[in-house]
């Protein structure tokens, strides 16, 4: 969850399979509340929009492959799920294309390719695209994003 002004600007809930995979997204704004899933297959992404200006309940299917990567515009959570299993692939100094799905702050979504580069051992460069300014994204060695609060989730 993050605040701006001591407002709730978003919450992220993001599930990930074990080959590290997003497996659940849950995002909640001002405009409303998205959540998106991989069909058993990987084929389509599957989830709701419930906006709060009355609008209800809009289903959406979109196109999706293994390959394919959830991005929540000014976020880095969900582009570095995807950053930290190409690590072993991608080499310092290398930059690859990854089909995202762009999710933004009003629960729009776009399908785009983002160019991303490995700027040094945790450093990525996210390319900004329609005017977009370009991200770097810091990820620890357990490919998290640095910095930020984290919660266990089982204790021993």
Do not use: C, K, Y
């Not at 405009?31 to 084929?43: E, K, V």
């Not at 990854?98 to 991303?116: C, N, S």
């Amino acid at each position: 969850m993050s605040t701006a002004d001591g407002a709730i600007t978003h919450a992220l809930l993001l599930e990930v399979d074990l080959a590290g995979r997003p497996a659940r997204l849950e995002l909640t704004t001002p405009a409303g509340m998205l959540t998106l899933h991989p069909s058993a297959d990987q084929r389509e992404l599957h989830g709701n929009v419930v906006g709060l200006a009355g609008e209800g309940v809009r289903p959406l299917a979109l196109g999706w492959d293994s390959e394919r990567e959830l991005d929540v515009v000014d976020r880095p959570l969900a582009i570095a799920v995807g950053l930290r299993r190409r690590r072993p692939s991608v080499p310092v100094g290398q930059a690859i294309d990854i089909d995202v799905v762009a999710i933004g702050p009003g629960l729009e979504f776009t399908t785009i390719v983002r160019q991303v580069e490995r700027l040094e051992d945790g450093l990525w460069r996210i390319r900004g695209t329609g005017g977009a300014a370009d991200r770097r994204i810091s990820l620890t060695p357990d490919g998290l994003p640095a910095g930020g609060t984290r919660w266990a989730l089982e204790t021993d």
